[in-house]
């Protein structure tokens, strides 16, 4: 994927862009605000990873100017404003997710990796699957081989949230923020809890488990680990 | 509005008093001057009887008694005036001429009711009286009298114009009363308007000021000075926390960024990973104390408000409960649900926000209780207000201890040793606050209850 880093800080930047090369994609990186729309309007990039304190103009009025622009690039927030409503600004403006520093590279790949291929919006009635398993998302219907199973509304979430991203990591926070709208850290582990009531339905009554964690970063859904 | 409340508005109060006053000033200009004026044509009535008094006696000096008698006698048939009264007695005391025979003789001035003279009942007016004196003539008494006609009359229209009057003053005088309060009034719910918008996060809001020299102008100004002063206080608020962000989290940020490069590096031991990754937590733990102190400040500051709507708490509290069940119960911990009132309690606030307030009460229960202890949600729907409760049967907190735990970076004594910035409790009582709700602590025998209320739409 075509990426574009708009970072003034300059170690950020590069490791930010090492990290992104690394995993494949391809990296452009301007340190000023007013470069970072030029080049966002004037090239095609998938996404862009946009710092909210910049020279030259300020990563909210970026995003705005971007949108009314008419652009549909996905804008990935990457800043050290995380206060309660510094989110709600960035959103606000058209941002597609919002990740506060200091972060984890691993979050950052994931968070990434899941807007770059981000799936269209399904028609109702779509069916979600990994190898065996289907989740008929407008039945809200699970089954794996012949079994059907049973879960408990957020669960069903949870393996929906899992689905749309098969084969990509999902973090733990990006898990907290789409299934249960927590926007904060919470000291228990209440995704890990989840995860184990999930894998104990889906997983553990069968041969071959489909949820992977993945060290450090996140849980995964794959039929071809 | 009922009139309980109308009368409570500043306008319509001093409206009142303002008629009040003034109608009482009116009513004593005009008793004064129509008391003066009754006394005069009283006076000039009395004079006329003594001036025609004086007129027969010197008839009766100069032509004799029987002279009088005739001129009386005449006199009653020429005019037939029942304006006046005379009557003549000679020594014996019988009526000899005179148009009121029925009047014994009296000294002095005396008042009599034209009703209670049986000689004029057939002559038109019953009412009214005759001012009338008694005079000795050479050969009796005279009676002269005269009727007070005019100043009954002037008396009926005096208490028509006092009436008329008293009538425009009132009318007058709630008309400008409610004109001039309603002035102030406009001016007092200007500023009570401003204040609340402020208090609701709109800083920018000032009260208008149109005239320097109004006593309320000058209150306004002073409000909007201090507004002014408010205003600046949460920017440069806002703007240390901008600066904290910046100057604090950008070496942060890089720190972690070379601890996690050194930790993933190939040449790293898994010794040397253990110690880096230990050290990685300490940053995040750091990042998150100031991360929390700066959203208790943003949530202080109130902007969060404008993005208030309405919402059911009970939904709130449910998807809480939803998230904690799994964990509650597999860390051996129990979980009970109290809901009682209405099926839902709706208020105006911020799902987000409230999510996490519940989180962390729940959070803190889990923290501080041993295993095994139940965990109760409660949430009470009256007509005063929806009350949240996280209660458990734990070992509790010394009510002496009860204000303590909301201060920032508080730890009760025996848990000086576990993990956790202190600022759960500050964090729970802003969220709260922003709501205009309260949070109280109290003994649920045994354990601790933390009761969070919020006032409801009606």
Known sequence: MRVLIVEDDKDTAQYVAKGLVQAGHTIDVVSDGKDGLALAIRENYDIVILDRMLPGLDGLSLARTLRSAG????????TSLGGVNDRVQGLDVGGDDYLVKPFAFAELLARVNALGRRPPMRAEGDILRAG??????????????KDRIDLKPKELVLLEVLLRNKGRVVTRTMLLERVWGFHFDPRTSVVETHISRLRAKIDRPFAKPLIHTIRGSGYSINDNP | MTIRNLFRRTEVRSAATFTLIITACVTALFVSLIMNLIDGLEDGVRARVLNARDALLAIDRRYGFKELVTVVHDEMDSVRDTDSIFSVLDAEGKVVAGNVRSQAHFEGWRDLERRNLPELASKGR????FYAIWAPVSEG???????NREVEHAWSILMRSLGWGLLATAVLGVGSGIYLARGTQRRIDDIANTLSAVSGGNLDRRVPVKNAHHDLDEIAQRINAMLTQLKRLVESANQSSTDIAHDLKRPMTRLRQQLEAASEAETANSETRDVLENAISEVDSIVATFEALLNIGQLEAGDRRTRFVDLDLKATLSDAAEAYAPVIEDSGYHLAWNVTGAPTATIRGDHELLLQLIANLIENTLQHTPIGTTITLGLSVTSRGAVVVVADDGPGIPAAEHDNVFRRFYRLERERSTPGHGLGLSLVRAIADLHGASVALGDNKPGLKVSVSFPVLA
């Open chain 1, 71 to 78: 652009s549909r690039v996905s804008i990935l927030f990457l």
């Open chain 1, 132 to 145: 065996d398993l289907e989740l008929d998302v407008a039945r809200r219907a699970v089954r794996r081989g």
């Open chain 2, 126 to 129: 019953s009412q009214g009286h």
């Open chain 2, 141 to 147: 008494q005279l009676l002269v009298g005269m009727s």
